[in-house]
Every structure is written in structure tokens, then in C-alpha cells.
């Protein structure tokens, strides 16, 4: 039997918060990881609802998914992480608002997609269509 097959719609959600709650929706997770990337990346190591075995992943409109959490949602993100995070990752925190308020560096949309296909979670499958 194949993996299962979980579909998120980038026309579904037009900031990271709204993506953040659909993608917990639409994979029937156990909890809700609200936006915070660490739990996100512990999720799609299994056992928060997500199959041990992994699972395909298809992302319908990516390309709307990866302009909406482009630079401006990114900026929106790290300002608010800024105010709550540990004083010791302010300065890396700084180091990348600058870069995004450049409009260089990673967005919300590549740095999802880089925890979805980082090599520890081998069993899952990123379709961007």
C-alpha cells in the first residue's frame, strides 16, 4: 500500500498564522503547532498525527503560497519572534529581518519547504504544483 497523501492549497490561507492552521487542519494533527517551526519540524517527524512512516505531501498552488509568505510575511514573522524570542537569538533574528527587509534571504515559503525535505524526514514526499 502507498503512502497517504495530504493535500494544503496555497489559495487556503493568505498569511503564515492562516497557513500554520490549515495545514494542521488538512493533516488532522493532534496539536497545533501555531506557527512555531521547531514544533513543525517535530511533527513531520511522526507521532503528532503524522504517519510514522511518512507520507506525500502535495502543495496545490505553491507558487500563490510562495508569494503570499514571501518577504513581507516574513518580515511581519521575525519582527513578532524578535519581541518573544530568547535574548540570545535576537541578534541572529536582527541579522535576518535586515536581509528580508532587502529582500534577500530566506522567505517563510523556502524555509518550509526546507524543513519539508530536510533529509531526516526521508519517508516524506513534497509534490509544489
Known amino acids: 500500500m502507498g503512502k497517504r497523501i495530504y493535500e494544503v492549497d496555497g489559495r487556503d490561507s493568505t498569511t503564515f498564522e492562516e497557513f500554520a492552521a490549515d495545514f494542521t487542519e488538512r493533516l488532522s494533527l493532534e496539536i497545533d503547532w501555531g506557527g512555531n517551526l521547531d514544533a513543525f519540524n517535530d511533527i513531520l517527524h511522526g507521532g503528532f498525527g503524522t504517519p510514522e512512516e511518512g507520507f506525500v505531501l502535495v502543495w496545490k498552488n505553491s507558487a500563490l503560497s510562495k508569494e503570499r509568505l514571501g518577504y513581507p510575511e516574513t518580515i511581519k514573522w521575525l519582527e513578532e519572534r524578535m519581541r518573544r524570542c530568547h535574548p540570545?537569538?535576537?541578534?541572529?533574528?536582527?541579522?535576518?529581518?535586515?536581509?528580508?527587509?532587502?529582500?534577500?534571504?530566506?522567505?517563510?515559503?523556502?524555509t518550509l519547504v526546507g524543513i519539508i525535505t530536510d533529509k531526516d524526514h526521508r519517508g516524506i514526499e513534497l509534490r509544489l504544483e
Open 88 to 110: 540570545l537569538s535576537v541578534e541572529h533574528l536582527r541579522q535576518r529581518l535586515a536581509l528580508a527587509r532587502q529582500e534577500k534571504g530566506e522567505t517563510l515559503f523556502d
